[in-house]
């Protein structure tokens, strides 16, 4: 079995002995659920015992099917040698309240339960397995459709148990033998009130092996009889027979476990007047697992921690145990201060055109969260100043909230009429001839708008696509009550580095008339020597008799494609002449 760990993987805390979670930081201890040689052992066995649950499906269905059982024993001083080894036996009984079944091992290996939840006489998928962890707890696991590795804790259980050592000497390497007292509730077996059944195997460690009892996974299975009758007696052992036996309980049994109780659970001082530190006590009895939140996480059964606390605040204690769960609250209020204070909200000037700009000034004492001047400003300090601009009469509004409350102020800028105002731009600018550009503008306070060379008048928002060839300057003219308004903007347009003109040469086989496309430096049908420039140009054939242009380079193919028509019989030589515009 693999011992418990001594240290956090998380944090390298120390653990305290039987802890699953870190009190440093909180996190769940990792640990190995199984030993290797057990959790492989399970994996297979519910590879087996879906293979054989799949088997059994279908010798039900042809009316084929046969089903063997065992009788069990009652007293864990009698034995069944027609199915378990010298000095391993097995007893059950009914609790006294009748909700579960109280069932013992005693052996010097390690048992795996595995029980027939669905009571189709077989244990296979959807059916629960029982074992025990590195630390000796309760390891339930489901047998799925699809194979698992099994994992303590994987399927939600009610189920307790209790190991007992029996033997006071035991040789060296030996594990001697113990009890292994199992409590689970007859609801989570999914049992009917009286008839149950289940497997059993034991782990040998020294070995890394199992052995299956009555029979080898899983021909036959152990049927119980279990109801309350205290004066039930028990019967001789009877070996695995064809048929389902009966096994009569023993006198009831009644375990009992103390559940989790919390002592104390303290804060001083339990009333602030403000932020400050409160000490918080508790001690608890009987619980494993303590968890306090909010912030808090999983601490020790007993303990105390000093925590700010700058707001009413409550904690929940939660112990729990293998007796149960309590919970407990307990509450710190903090009294809230004043609500902040509006010292100043100032404007100079009151009065501006419009477009122009105005100075608001301001000031706040007092516990703040979050000042604020409506429209325009967030997340503004407690005092100071911003530049606004006002293109209408507007009216501002500070607030300023605390934990106390909010407070608020407001002033008015009045705006008078001010000439248009335009914003004007091209971009991109510094072009290469024929490249396109955009020139966007925005104007403000006007009622007509004009732009030229060439496009006329404009609504106040616009903007317009252009490929200049040459550097070019376009003015907005913009009229309103406050008067008119000129803006200018320049596209420069620069002629790469080369020559400004050049030849290209075509041949290729005519019959007739044939259309002929040049892309760049490529025809899609002939040769071609010397390529189109990529820019505003103007070609022209030298034998324009037999040769015309059907579509010449233009901003529409980034000026990169001309379409000649030829009209010739055999082989036929073409020379173009082209200079930039």
């Given at each position: 079995?693999?011992?418990a760990?001594?240290?956090?993987?998380?944090?390298n805390?120390?653990?305290e002995?039987g802890?699953?979670?870190?009190?440093?930081?909180?996190?769940?201890?990792?640990?190995?659920?199984?030993?290797?040689?057990?959790?492989a052992w399970?994996?297979?066995t519910a590879?087996?015992?879906?293979?054989?649950?799949?088997?059994?499906w279908?010798?039900?269905?042809?009316?084929?099917?046969?089903?063997s059982?065992a009788?069990?024993?009652?007293?864990?001083?009698?034995?069944?040698?027609?199915?378990?080894?010298?000095?391993?036996?097995?007893?059950?009984?009914?609790?006294?309240?009748?909700?579960?079944?109280?069932?013992t091992?005693?052996?010097?290996?390690d048992?795996?339960?595995f029980?027939?939840?669905n009571?189709?006489g077989?244990?296979?998928?959807?059916?629960?397995?029982?074992?025990?962890?590195?630390?000796?707890a309760?390891?339930?696991?489901?047998?799925?459709?699809?194979?698992e590795?099994?994992v303590?804790?994987?399927a939600?259980?009610?189920?307790r148990?209790k190991?007992?050592?029996?033997?006071?000497?035991?040789?060296?390497?030996?594990?001697?033998?113990?009890?292994?007292?199992?409590?689970?509730?007859?609801?989570?077996?999914?049992?009917?009130?009286?008839q149950?059944?289940f497997?059993?195997?034991?782990?040998?460690?020294a070995?890394?092996t199992?052995?299956?009892?009555?029979?080898?996974?899983?021909?036959?299975?152990?049927?119980?009889?279990?109801h309350?009758s205290?004066?039930a007696?028990?019967t001789?052992?009877?070996?695995?027979?064809p048929?389902?036996?009966?096994?009569?309980?023993p006198?009831t049994?009644k375990?009992?476990?103390?559940?989790p109780?919390?002592?104390?659970?303290?804060?001083?001082?339990?009333t602030?007047?403000?932020?400050?530190?409160?000490?918080?006590?508790?001690?608890?009895?009987?619980?494993?697992?303590?968890?306090?939140q909010?912030?808090?996480?999983q601490?020790?059964?007993?303990?105390?921690?000093?925590?700010?606390?700058?707001?009413?605040?409550?904690?929940?204690?939660?112990?729990?145990?293998?007796?149960?769960?309590?919970?407990?609250?307990?509450?710190?209020?903090?009294?809230?201060?004043?609500?902040?204070?509006?010292?100043?909200?100032?404007?100079?000037?009151?009065t501006?055109?419009?477009g122009?700009?105005?100075?608001?000034?301001?000031?706040?004492?007092?516990?703040t969260?979050?000042v604020?001047i409506?429209?325009?400003f967030?997340?503004?300090?407690?005092?100071?100043e911003?530049?606004?601009?006002?293109?209408?009469?507007?009216?501002?509004?500070l607030?300023?909230?605390?934990?106390?409350?909010?407070?608020?102020?407001?002033?008015?800028?009045?705006?008078?009429p001010?000439?248009p105002?335009?914003?004007?731009?091209?971009?991109?600018?510094?072009?290469?001839?024929?490249?396109?550009?955009?020139l966007?503008?925005?104007?403000?306070?006007a009622?007509?708008?004009n732009?030229?060379?060439?496009?006329?008048?404009?609504?106040?928002?616009?903007?317009?696509?252009?490929?200049?060839?040459?550097?070019i300057?376009?003015?907005m003219?913009?009229q309103?009550?406050?008067?008119?308004?000129?803006?200018?903007?320049?596209?420069?347009?620069v002629?790469?580095?080369?020559?400004s003109?050049?030849?290209?040469?075509?041949t290729?086989?005519?019959?007739?008339?044939?259309?002929?496309?040049i892309?760049?430096d490529?025809?899609?049908?002939?040769?071609?020597?010397?390529?189109?420039?990529?820019l505003?140009?103007?070609v022209?054939?030298?034998?324009e008799?037999?040769?015309?242009?059907?579509?010449?380079?233009?901003?529409?193919?980034?000026?990169?494609?001309?379409?000649?028509?030829?009209?010739?019989?055999?082989?036929?030589?073409?020379?173009?002449?082209?200079?930039?515009?």
């Open positions: 079995m693999a011992e760990p001594k240290s956090c993987s998380y944090c805390a120390h653990l002995p802890a699953t979670k870190c009190r440093e930081c909180g996190k769940q201890v990792a640990r190995a659920n199984l030993p290797a040689g057990k959790a399970i994996a297979a590879l087996v015992i879906l293979c054989i649950g799949g088997g059994l279908v010798f039900r269905e042809v009316g084929a099917r046969k089903q059982s009788k069990l024993v009652n007293s864990a001083s009698e034995t069944n040698p027609a199915a378990l080894p010298d000095g391993t036996t097995i007893s059950y009984a009914r609790s006294e309240d009748g909700d579960r079944l109280v069932l091992v005693v052996s010097a290996s048992p795996v339960l029980f027939d939840n009571a189709d077989a244990i296979d998928r959807g059916d629960a397995g029982y074992a025990v962890d590195s630390w000796g309760p390891c339930v696991f489901r047998l799925k459709r699809a194979l590795h099994p303590c804790g994987s939600p259980s009610g189920a148990i190991i007992t050592s029996l033997d006071q000497t035991v040789e060296p390497g030996g594990r001697g033998r113990r009890s292994f007292l199992w409590s689970i509730p007859l609801a989570e077996l999914g049992f009917s009130d009286r149950a059944s497997s059993v195997g034991l782990f040998d460690e070995r890394q199992f052995a299956y009892y009555p029979a080898r996974p899983f021909e036959r299975v152990y049927h119980l009889q279990i309350s205290p004066n007696q028990s001789p052992p009877l070996p695995p027979s048929m389902p036996s009966v096994a009569r309980s006198a049994v375990t009992t476990i103390p559940a109780s919390v002592e104390y659970l303290e804060a001083n001082p339990a602030l007047q403000s932020a400050g530190n409160v000490q918080l006590r508790w001690s608890v009895k009987n619980a494993g697992d303590v968890v306090i909010p912030d808090i996480g601490r020790a059964p007993q303990d105390e921690l000093t925590v700010s606390v700058n707001k009413s605040t409550s904690w929940t204690l939660t112990a729990s145990g293998p007796g149960g769960t309590v919970v407990r609250t307990i509450a710190v209020t903090v009294a809230p201060p004043p609500p902040p204070h509006v010292d100043s909200f100032q404007v100079q000037p009151a501006v055109r419009q122009e700009s105005a100075k608001l000034r301001w000031s706040v004492s007092g516990t969260t979050s604020r409506e429209p325009g967030a997340a503004l300090p407690a005092s100071g911003r530049d606004v601009q006002v293109s209408a009469t507007t009216t501002f509004a607030t300023a909230e605390g934990p106390g409350g909010s407070t608020s102020a407001q002033l008015t800028i009045q705006a008078t001010a000439a105002v335009i914003a004007l731009d091209a971009s991109p600018n510094n072009l290469h001839p024929g490249d396109p550009t955009t966007h503008w925005n104007v403000s306070g009622n007509t708008i732009l030229s060379p060439g496009v006329g008048a404009v609504a106040a928002v616009g903007s317009i696509v252009l490929r200049p060839i040459r550097t300057r376009y003015s003219i913009a309103g009550p406050g008067g008119s308004s000129e803006r200018d903007e320049t596209i420069i347009v002629r790469p580095s080369g020559p003109s050049g030849q290209i040469v075509w290729g086989e005519i019959h007739g008339y044939q259309l002929v496309t892309s760049r490529r025809a899609d049908v002939g040769q071609l020597q010397g390529a189109l420039p990529g505003p140009c103007i022209q054939p030298t034998d008799k037999d040769v015309s242009i059907a579509s010449s380079p233009g901003p529409r193919n980034d000026y990169s494609r001309l379409i000649l028509r030829v009209k010739g019989h055999g082989h036929m030589k073409v020379v173009l002449n082209w200079s930039l515009q």
